[in-house]
């Protein structure tokens, strides 16, 4: 713990959007109390006071932030783990994405009134539910955009504060247990959000095809990238991974669709990392130099016909137009690790 706390800045981000809704009440379905059933077996819900739609552009923003976070660290303490080398950056799209909340926040905020009166007219008939208008300075208040940047170290304790147990050994303190605890549970949250991410690339991009375009190897590149950015959290069992990736990555042609035997070992790349359990056992084969064959990942879940390149060349959707040339792969430093794999 006390060589990954140094390397790394916590983020967290608190991001408040109004839910455009309110409670619904007996009156407005204009039913008495007597009517309702208990509220220990049931209890009204919500009516929708707002156009989703009018609050949508804040919810992109938001999910870009945490997207932002995601790429550069992993979870933890209610926020996220991010190499020092990564957070100047990291703060930097913040603050921009912080500037296009707020103004994003006043617009919605200048036209609330209107809003709401034309999603009512919008409903005829049901004007009577939605009459009750919030007032603009309480839905203000729970629309924000804020994050935290913090350093943590590893809690000191004097000899009073700890505990002796039974048997006569002194335990460290609680607090330090759970700071120690979920240092140490890093690695795991990054192969865990690494397969999360691959799976979803896997069913988007390459579950039950025989080639794939170049735009299938963007979300690749992302993982190698987080990958070599928390290398240092568990370098014995990243590392292999990430050299492996790249080397892959490196081999491919620079223009046309990924097919054939290039398809077969892109695929199971992906489909190994897509599974926590497939993702360990493809680190330990390459930690241990074992011969490795991607392609053979694929082959174990759901034989697929492998198709030549050149019968594929013609038969790209026609959206999907190849670029002209791939940029090289970045390559990104990081410290020293600490965790034994």
Same mark, same amino acid.
């Given at each position: 713990m006390s060589a990954v706390l140094p390397a790394v800045v916590c983020v967290c981000l608190d991001i408040r959007i109004w839910s455009g809704q309110k409670k619904l009440s007996p009156s407005d379905l204009q039913l008495s109390e007597s009517d309702l059933p208990p509220q220990e077996i049931a209890t009204l819900g919500s009516k929708r006071l707002c156009d989703p739609n009018a609050l949508s552009t804040l919810h992109r923003i938001e999910n870009r932030a945490r997207d932002c976070c995601s790429k550069a660290g992993v979870k933890f303490l209610n926020g996220f783990a991010v190499p020092k080398s990564k957070a100047p950056e990291l703060l930097n799209q913040l603050a921009e994405l912080q500037k296009d909340f707020q103004q994003e926040k006043e617009g919605f905020l200048s036209?609330? @009134? @209107?809003? =709401?009166?034309? !999603?009512?007219?919008? $409903?005829?008939? !049901? @004007? $009577? =539910?939605?009459r009750t208008v919030i007032p603009k300075g309480v839905v203000e208040s729970k629309i924000g955009f804020d994050f935290q940047a913090f350093t943590v170290s590893e809690p000191i304790f004097r000899n009073e504060d700890a505990e002796e147990g039974s048997d006569g050994q002194v335990a460290s303190a609680p607090s330090s247990n759970g700071l120690l605890e979920a240092t140490h549970e890093l690695p795991a949250t990054l192969f865990a959000e690494i397969s999360q991410d691959a799976r979803a690339s896997w069913q988007r991009s390459f579950e039950g095809k025989a080639f794939v375009t170049r735009k299938a190897l963007r979300p690749l590149k992302t993982l190698l990238t987080k990958l070599e950015l928390m290398m240092f959290l568990a370098p014995q069992g990243i590392e292999p991974i990430a050299q492996r990736i790249r080397q892959r990555l490196a081999s491919l042609p620079k223009k046309g669709p990924i097919a054939g035997n290039d398809y077969a070992i892109v695929a199971g790349i992906v489909y190994a990392l897509s599974d926590v359990e497939r993702l360990k056992t493809y680190a330990g084969l390459l930690q241990n130099g074992l011969p490795l064959d991607e392609a053979a990942f694929l082959r174990s879940q759901d034989p697929q016909p492998v198709v030549e390149a050149a019968a594929v060349e013609t038969e790209l959707p026609p959206n999907e137009a190849e670029p002209e040339e791939e940029p090289e792969l970045a390559t990104v430093s990081h410290t020293t690790g600490w965790f034994g794999w």
């Amino acid at each position: 713990m006390s060589a990954v706390l140094p390397a790394v800045v916590c983020v967290c981000l608190d991001i408040r959007i109004w839910s455009g809704q309110k409670k619904l009440s007996p009156s407005d379905l204009q039913l008495s109390e007597s009517d309702l059933p208990p509220q220990e077996i049931a209890t009204l819900g919500s009516k929708r006071l707002c156009d989703p739609n009018a609050l949508s552009t804040l919810h992109r923003i938001e999910n870009r932030a945490r997207d932002c976070c995601s790429k550069a660290g992993v979870k933890f303490l209610n926020g996220f783990a991010v190499p020092k080398s990564k957070a100047p950056e990291l703060l930097n799209q913040l603050a921009e994405l912080q500037k296009d909340f707020q103004q994003e926040k006043e617009g919605f905020l200048s036209l609330y @009134e @209107e809003t =709401i009166r034309a !999603w009512a007219a919008a $409903h005829p008939g !049901w @004007e $009577h =539910i939605l009459r009750t208008v919030i007032p603009k300075g309480v839905v203000e208040s729970k629309i924000g955009f804020d994050f935290q940047a913090f350093t943590v170290s590893e809690p000191i304790f004097r000899n009073e504060d700890a505990e002796e147990g039974s048997d006569g050994q002194v335990a460290s303190a609680p607090s330090s247990n759970g700071l120690l605890e979920a240092t140490h549970e890093l690695p795991a949250t990054l192969f865990a959000e690494i397969s999360q991410d691959a799976r979803a690339s896997w069913q988007r991009s390459f579950e039950g095809k025989a080639f794939v375009t170049r735009k299938a190897l963007r979300p690749l590149k992302t993982l190698l990238t987080k990958l070599e950015l928390m290398m240092f959290l568990a370098p014995q069992g990243i590392e292999p991974i990430a050299q492996r990736i790249r080397q892959r990555l490196a081999s491919l042609p620079k223009k046309g669709p990924i097919a054939g035997n290039d398809y077969a070992i892109v695929a199971g790349i992906v489909y190994a990392l897509s599974d926590v359990e497939r993702l360990k056992t493809y680190a330990g084969l390459l930690q241990n130099g074992l011969p490795l064959d991607e392609a053979a990942f694929l082959r174990s879940q759901d034989p697929q016909p492998v198709v030549e390149a050149a019968a594929v060349e013609t038969e790209l959707p026609p959206n999907e137009a190849e670029p002209e040339e791939e940029p090289e792969l970045a390559t990104v430093s990081h410290t020293t690790g600490w965790f034994g794999w």
